[in-house]
């Protein structure tokens, strides 16, 4: 396929939003079983208005995908049967989640209604919002999975492990970019936060490395003989029916050299996983408040390429049919 | 239910591409036009086509086939492509079975085009809406046409008439025998798409000659041989 | 969206639907123009008319864009004054000003030297117009694209069986069993013969193509059999040779209607040797070109005349008539002539496997002899025996430039001519078969004249400027036997050149050899590229100049549609109309679009007015006749006789009260004659309310065994087709050519060749086909040049003319070398890499791909896809002349010197065909740090005035009614 700008940032920004989304209320949730140290309600207000920004960032960046943005309200209408329509619905969910979360924290609405146990666990209206917004998020990073991983035609994407992928590194980066925010301000979180983000990468690169490992042995269903129903082991295409490009070359292929393909995977491979991964635990060591936010942003970047990739290496069984000009 | 269709002569198309500008010239005025064209007197000239003509290789020389390939939207009875718009802007007619897109409603996300396996959708880069074979809707379903003429442009339009247009769920239309009894097959059946354009394989008609016809009785040959005597020595002159 | 089911076609604007006929290929299809408040909003095939039933090809489809491209001139243009020739550099002027200035430089060349007005057309509909007009104007120089097209076939069959392939004849699929194709790709009759052959293939009919691609029909064959390029002369004589041999030949046909059985002399002592021996006691028609004086010798009665009642004659043998005269019956020379030419002998030199090329020789004669149809049609011959049936033997052939545009081509249909004889298929079903006007006499009547002394001073030509010698006295030469046209057509060099040698035109005329000429006038040709072999060198003379600074060749007048190659050269340029724009004519007296069952000619009728100041180039040339004052065009007071072509096309007739004009429907006063009546003021009415279509169906008894079939004759003479009743009896062997030969041996009296071209005349005109190597392979060295390069016509495009077609070029904007992988492979080359292509004349570079449908001893791309850069209103930098390329750059207009010192034609040495088959290239990788693009390039052609702007902007969405318009 081609990796489209529009959508690589669309997903890794909110995949990181959801993730961050994620972590301010497992923080919460920590601070109010007395796990972790609590934290001020600026904290998650702000850490929600990132979050927010993210997703607004992402939300943007996929109206560029858009041939007619105007209309984009006219997605919402096919949720029974698409998934990029329910997401669609989820993502201003979640945004709306999280800006409800944010201003509760802001507003210190955050009175409880109840106390569970021996006043163990405080329930107010942001852990409520909390609780919600997890589940949209999970929602939502399964609605995105879901637009890829439900194209069967997309051998690459059509596995669990794609929503595996955008769960764990979503999360992992949101993780990643919480304990950035609280080395940033530093506050005690780095450490909870990093391990968080570690787990959840070290998640990630079990179901990526898996991904790769299966999709470097896939065997795709169509091939030529599938294609135009000729039984015969030698076919060979010679034209394509026209000779510059169309829509069907340019939206299915990367025009790009397997070298560089392999470029990126290893650019990602690098990025995503072990240099976070180093930087966390160097940060743990050397208390550093720069390391996690460099960690962060690495690890963005190596998901940028990581989504590129990801859209690079799926082989649509449509470019059986434009693979020459004459 | 009526699903309408076309089937593809393999046999006898001989990639001539009238059934690509026939489309385009009608399509382009018509109900799904405009058919945009980018770059037309430019470096790469590209644009909207709904049907093209590809040409295969099979096999090694000389035992070469060459393979001419119309392919327009297949108009599948489960098509994929459906269900994956978020707009409802792709559908499939009740009433015919025909896919189409209502270029009103689409805002152009392509996802539908990601759910084809047979790469017939194409974006308008200028309108930013999806589009594609029609079937020729706005000819087949005008009945101030003559009944002839109520069929895609492609079909009336193809010298070798390999593009034959009607209802696969008719068992008697011409569609439905043919396939039946051309061994009619549909594309990348193991996607489960269960499309309805069919195509017709290639098939030989080979000779077989056996000896004895190549002698036969009335061999003009027989007429002819005759021998002249020229002097020469025979047995008739040294035997006694 | 509107509900389509709801919505109808109608409700978007006014719509009209008119019928016209196709131009955007040489086939002529019947289209029905629908148009949308003045824009063609769809062009479909008219299902009433004879040729395309309604059906329509990518070409046709795409009319539409053919109206709106930028590449349109609309205003005559003149050279700035100081502009150099080929820079475009123009001015606009009136037409008045054109014609003036165009009429005064003729007035002055015709009154002083005629011939140095010479006018040549390119894929040209109206030669009748065009070639009338040169006779009026009284130059010799005129012709049209036949010489580098097709002449080979044209003459090969047409001196063979009165009738050809090309638009005059073709295989009758209907009923034919097996069909066998020759070199051809895509033909003129392209929706017909897409038609038949899917029809063909239906009803289970075996279809072999013999071509060294296999792309387009070739690739739905059931077999295909490639060969090596300009080898099919073997091929056939040895298919030819097996016939015989295994005797499957049609010994009936062959001595009824074929000179099989004639004797001919057989003495080499004699200068008759080689004639066939004449009872000159015989009764014969006065004037007939081939009477029926000749012998048989009966296996019961010794020499009777031919078709003596009861006689039985013999095929072979040779005999000693009653005078002593040694004579052999004709077939037995060709069976001693093929005797050598074995199927292993052709293995070699076609790289076809012997094996099948006896398997196809049975399959032929099998299917010949034993497939035979009957139809219940009664006919009487031309010797008064009645027939109850018409009876075929279903094999089928079709052949075009395939065997046509080679130096031996001529021989090589020869071959293939007598190969369809012996199995007893023309004019019969399921066989080859004409179409009206054809079949004329062995050679048809029109001679061209016959020396210098016809070329006269403000005086007609004195004959046609085109012909069919039968014997050297018909030959356009003067006492020395120097050529007298530009062309050298009808000399020695090229004696039976029938349609001329419009490809010697520029080099003959820059080098003055045999004259210089002041004006070349060139319609519808796109010399300076596609058309011209040797292209680089032809652009080169073109703007040649000599040491007074003048140019070579002084004046060039292109009258064109588009800004073509050819128009940055012009002088001066008329800019002409789109076929939907005008009148025309496809008429008898030219290439008529008949039918086998009889005489089909057509029109075309404006459907939408002229662009810009476009004038429809036959009005021109009808105003410029009466401008000259030209007899045919004024009347006795010197003014103009007709207003233009539409009075013209009705009132004008070939000699007055021939009853013979350019249109055969609807003649008489009230439209009750055809072929031949008076005038009829309203015949292009009739013309209109008919599809612009005249189809006159011949009784079933006149279809068939029409060169023998004596109602039919008898018909066609009263209805003006010919001149004689008489049989056209086939030549198998043909004593045309024997008198040419043995002029050349010096074996008869009257014209001989000059010494020089003696033995060229005796080698190649002899009278039974031989097979010899293409004359430019002879001169090149194989090794050096291993590969032979081929061009193919691609479905979707006509020579030169759809580049500026929005669509048509998205289907080829450019093209590849087709090269196979183990060639290619062996010279390190990749798919789609750059290449050098090279032959003796230079190189070019282009872009390879590999395919395993070509013989690996050729490289082939499509035809005249490459472009000049700028050059129809392209950006340069369009992939045309960027990627695309052009393989004329490297076939020669000449043979590469010789011994001899000639310059020698890249023809063939009896028809003066083209040679574009014949050159021999070789390959190899280009350097990596060379440019991605091919080679030669030129520098961009520029915008002219009154073409619309350029760059057209980044999008062209059109939608009839509404495009263009705010
Ligand atoms: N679409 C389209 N149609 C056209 C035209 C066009 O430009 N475009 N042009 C028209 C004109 S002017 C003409 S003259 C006709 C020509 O019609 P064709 O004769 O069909 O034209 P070509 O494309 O030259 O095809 C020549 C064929 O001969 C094969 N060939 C070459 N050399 C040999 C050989 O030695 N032996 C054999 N057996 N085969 C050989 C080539 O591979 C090719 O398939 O087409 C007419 N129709
Ligand atoms: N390498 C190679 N070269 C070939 C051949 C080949 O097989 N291989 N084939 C040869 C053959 S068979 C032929 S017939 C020739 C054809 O060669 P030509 O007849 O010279 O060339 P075309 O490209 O047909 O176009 C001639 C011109 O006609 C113009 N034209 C189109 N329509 C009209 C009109 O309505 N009015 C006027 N006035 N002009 C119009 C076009 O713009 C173009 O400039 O090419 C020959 N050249
Ligand atoms: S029009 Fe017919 S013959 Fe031509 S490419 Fe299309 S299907 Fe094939
Ligand atoms: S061919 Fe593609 S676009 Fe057409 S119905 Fe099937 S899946 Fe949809
Ligand atoms: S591009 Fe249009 S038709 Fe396709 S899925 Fe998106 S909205 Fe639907
Ligand atoms: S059916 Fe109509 S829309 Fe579809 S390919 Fe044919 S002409 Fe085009
Ligand atoms: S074959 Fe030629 S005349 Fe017929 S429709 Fe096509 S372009 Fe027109
Ligand atoms: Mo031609």
């Known amino acids: 396929m081609h990796p489209a700008f529009s959508v690589i940032f669309l997903t890794t920004l909110i995949g990181a939003a959801q993730g961050l989304f994620l972590a301010l209320f497992t923080g919460q949730l920590y601070a109010s079983i007395r796990l972790i140290e609590p934290q001020t309600d600026v904290f998650y207000a702000v850490g929600s208005a990132l979050a927010l920004g993210l997703l607004i960032a992402g939300l943007g960046a996929s109206f560029f995908h858009l041939g007619r943005p105007e209309r984009a309200w006219r997605a919402a209408t096919r949720w029974r049967t698409s998934w990029l329509s329910r997401e669609v619905i989820v993502l201003p969910m979640m945004m709306a989640v999280v800006f409800f979360y944010g201003l509760f924290h802001w507003l210190e609405w955050t009175d409880p209604f109840v106390v569970l146990g021996d006043d163990m666990l405080a329930i107010d209206a942001t852990f409520v919002i909390g609780a919600v917004g997890t589940l ?191 | 239910m009526t699903q309408l269709a076309l089937v593809i002569d393999l046999n006898v198309c001989v990639g001539c591409h009238a059934c690509v500008t026939s489309c385009k010239q009608w399509n382009t005025s018509g109900w799904a036009g405009p058919m945009v064209d980018e770059n037309p007197y430019d470096a790469d000239p590209t644009g909207t086509f709904f049907n093209r003509v590809q040409t295969f290789e099979v096999g090694n020389y000389p035992q070469t086939e060459t393979v001419h390939f119309p392919k327009s939207c297949l108009h599948c009875e489960d098509p994929p492509c459906v269900p994956v718009c978020p707009t409802g802007a792709s559908y499939k007619r009740e009433d015919n079975g025909v896919v189409l897109v209502d270029y009103d409603k689409c805002i152009g996300c392509k996802y539908c085009s990601w759910a084809c396996p047979y790469g017939v959708r194409e974006l308008d880069e200028q309108q930013k809406v999806m589009k594609k074979c029609t079937l020729c ?69 080979r000779m077989h000659i056996t000896e004895d016809e190549l002698q036969r009785a009335d061999n003009p040959l027989t007429k002819e041989d005759i021998t002249v005597y020229t002097g020469e020595e025979t047995l008739d002159d040294v035997t006694w | 969206m509107k509900d389509p089911v709801v919505h109808t076609d109608r409700e978007i604007g006014q719509t009209e639907v008119k019928e016209t006929t196709c131009y955007m290929c040489a086939c002529r299809c019947g289209i029905r123009v629908h148009l949308r408040d003045g824009q063609v909003r769809y062009i479909e095939g008219n299902p009433n008319h004879p040729l395309n039933h309604g059906v329509i090809c990518a070409k046709g489809s795409s009319g539409i864009m053919k109206q709106v491209s930028p590449a349109r001139l609309t ?205 000159a006691s015989a009764e014969v028609t006065e004037g007939c070109t081939d009477p029926q004086n000749k012998l048989w010798w009966d296996r019961h009665k010794g020499q009777v005349l031919t078709h003596t009642e009861g006689a039985d004659p013999r095929l072979m043998g040779n005999y000693t008539l009653t005078d002593g005269t040694p004579v052999k019956p004709s077939f037995q020379l060709l069976k001693e002539r093929v005797e050598r030419y074995t199927p292993e002998w052709a293995e070699g030199i076609t790289g076809i496997p012997a094996e099948t090329i006896r398997r196809l020789a049975y399959e032929m004669g099998v299917t010949a002899r034993d497939q035979k149809i009957e139809l219940p049609i009664t006919w009487t011959d031309c010797w008064d025996k009645e027939h109850d049936t018409v009876t075929g033997n279903p094999v089928a052939f079709h052949a075009m430039r395939g065997l046509a545009a080679h130096s031996n081509g001529f021989q090589t249909i020869r071959s293939l001519s007598i190969l369809m004889t012996i199995l007893g298929t023309i004019d019969r079903p399921g066989g080859f078969r004409h179409r009206a006007p054809f079949p004329r006499p062995i050679p048809p009547c029109p001679k061209p004249p016959h020396g210098p002394e016809a070329v006269q001073p403000d005086t007609p030509l004195d004959g046609l400027p085109l012909g069919w010698p039968a014997k050297p006295e018909d030959l356009f030469v003067d006492d020395d036997g120097a050529p007298v046209r530009i062309d050298k057509a009808f000399s020695w060099e090229y004696p039976l050149s029938v349609h001329g040698l419009m490809h010697n035109v520029i080099t003959n005329a820059w080098r003055g050899d045999p004259y210089p000429i002041d004006t070349l006038f060139l319609f519808m040709a796109n010399m300076a590229w596609n058309s011209s072999m040797n292209t680089s060198e032809a652009r080169r003379m073109l703007t040649d100049t000599d040491e007074n600074g003048d140019y070579k060749i002084p004046f060039l007048v292109v009258v064109d549609t588009f800004s073509s190659e050819t ?65 045919a065009f004024t009347k006795e007071d010197g003014s103009a006789k007709y207003r233009n072509y539409a009075d013209f096309i009705v009132n004008y007739e070939t000699s007055p009260g021939s009853g013979i004009g350019f249109l055969a429907g609807w003649r008489g006063e009230f439209g009750e004659k055809y072929l031949k009546g008076e005038p009829n003021p309203r015949q292009w009415e009739h013309y209109k309310a008919n599809g612009c279509v005249f189809h006159h169906e011949l009784p079933r008894s006149y279809q068939f065994m029409r060169n023998w079939n004596k109602g039919y004759l008898h018909w066609a003479r009263s209805h003006a087709l010919t001149r004689w009743a008489e049989p056209i009896t086939l030549h198998v062997y043909s004593e045309v050519l024997n008198r040419f030969r043995a002029a050349a041996q010096g074996r008869r009296p009257g014209r001989q060749p000059p010494e020089h071209l003696r033995k060229r005349v005796e080698t190649f005109f002899d009278p039974l086909p031989f097979y010899y190597e293409p004359l430019e392979t002879q001169r090149i060295d194989k090794n050096r040049y291993p590969l032979n390069a081929l061009t193919q016509r691609p479905m979707a495009m006509y020579h030169s003319w759809d580049s500026q077609n929005a669509w048509l070029r998205q289907i080829h904007s450019h093209n590849y070398l087709f090269v196979n992988p183990k060639v290619a492979v062996a010279q390190g080359i990749s798919d789609g890499d750059w290449i050098w292509v090279e032959s003796h004349l230079g190189r070019v570079k282009c872009m390879c791909r590999f395919s395993e449908a070509v013989e690996p001893g050729t490289v082939w791309t499509w035809n005249a896809i490459g472009k000049a850069a700028g050059a129809w209103a392209l950006s340069p930098n369009a992939d045309e002349s960027k990627k695309g390329f ?41 350097d990596e740090q060379e440019p991605r693009m091919t080679e030669p390039q030129f520098a961009p052609m520029k915008p002219l005035p009154g073409q619309e702007g350029r760059p057209r902007g980044k999008w062209q969405a059109y939608v009839a009614g509404m495009f263009g318009r705010k």
């Not at chain 3, 016939?243 to 200068?271: C, H, M, W």
């Open chain 1, 136 to 326: 949209v998020a999970f929602a939502l990073y399964v609605c995105t999975a879901m637009i890829y991983a439900s194209v069967k035609f997309l051998e690459e994407w059509h596995s669990p492990y794609t929503v595996g992928n955008f769960i764990f590194l979503g999360a992992g980066s949101g993780f990643m970019l919480a304990a950035a925010y609280s080395a940033y301000i530093g506050n005690h979180l780095v450490g909870f936060y990093g391990t968080w983000a570690v787990i959840l990468t070290l998640l990630g690169l079990a179901t990526r490395g898996a991904t790769l490992v299966r999709n470097v042995g896939l065997r795709h269903k169509s091939n030529l003989q599938t294609a135009i129903g000729v039984r015969h082991r030698t076919i060979e295409q010679k034209s394509q029916g026209f000779t510059g490009s169309s829509f069907n070359t340019r939206e299915f292929f990367h025009h790009k050299s397997p070298e560089f393909l392999r470029l990126v995977r290893l650019a990602f491979l690098v990025l995503v996983f072990p240099v976070p991964i180093l930087l966390i635990a160097l940060a743990y060591v050397t208390q550093s408040a720069t390391l996690p936010i460099i960690a962060f942003v690495a690890q963005y970047l190596g998901l940028l390429a990581e989504r590129w990739y990801f859209f690079a290496e799926a082989r649509h069984p449509q470019n059986l049919y434009y693979q020459s000009v004459a």
């Open chain 3, 567 to 631: 128009v940055a050269f012009a002088d001066l340029v008329l800019p002409d109309t789109t076929y939907l724009e005008r009148h025309d004519v496809l008429s008898m007296l030219d290439r008529p679009i008949s039918e086998f069952d009889g005489p089909v000619d057509a029109v075309r009728m404006p459907v939408l007015p002229p662009k810009g100041e476009c004038r429809p180039f036959q009005d021109v040339i009808i105003e410029l006749g009466a401008r000259l004052g030209l007899p």
């Open chain 2, 137 to 205: 809707i706005d000819r087949i379903t005008d009945q101030t046409l003559p009944e002839s003429e109520r069929k895609p442009a492609c079909v009336l339009a193809c010298p070798t008439s390999a593009r034959l247009y009607g209802d696969v769920h008719d068992p008697d239309s011409e569609v439905s025998v043919a396939i039946r009894e051309r061994g009619g097959y549909p594309l990348m059946p193991e996607w489960g798409t269960r499309p309805a354009n069919h195509y017709l394989p290639r098939r030989k008609t």
């Open chain 3, 886 to 926: 052009l393989l004329n750059h490297l076939i020669g207009e000449e043979l590469p010197p010789g011994d001899d010192g000639l310059h020698l034609s890249n023809s063939d040495p009896v028809t003066g065909q083209a040679a574009w088959f014949d050159v021999r290239v070789r390959i190899s990788k280009a």
């Open chain 3, 75 to 279: 205003k005559p243009l003149r050279r700035k004054a100081k502009a150099r020739r080929g820079e475009s550099q123009f001015e606009e002027i009136s037409w008045d000003e054109a014609m003036t200035l165009l009429a005064d430089r003729l007035k002055k060349l015709r009154a002083e030297d005629p011939k140095k007005f010479a006018l040549f057309t390119g894929r040209d509909q109206m030669q009748a117009l065009t070639g009338m007009f040169a006779k009026q104007f009284g130059t010799p120089n005129y012709a049209a694209h036949g010489g580098f097209c097709s002449v080979n076939m044209a003459a090969g069959m047409i001196y063979s069986i009165g009738g050809s392939f090309w638009e005059f004849g073709g295989p009758d699929l209907e009923h034919a069993k097996l069909f066998v194709m020759i070199g051809t790709a895509e033909d003129h009759h392209s929706n017909p013969l897409k038609i038949q052959i899917s029809k063909f293939k239906r009803r289970g009919g075996r279809f072999v193509s013999i071509n060294p691609v296999r792309s387009g029909y070739s690739a739905i064959a059931d077999e295909w059999v490639p060969i090596k390029p300009g080898t099919d002369g073997a091929l056939l004589l040895a298919l030819i040779h097996e016939i015989i041999k295994v005797g499957l030949f049609d010994r009936e046909f062959l001595i009824q209607y074929t000179n099989s059985a004639e004797l001919v002399i057989d003495d080499p002592q004699r200068d008759d040797h080689g004639m066939f021996y004449r009872d």
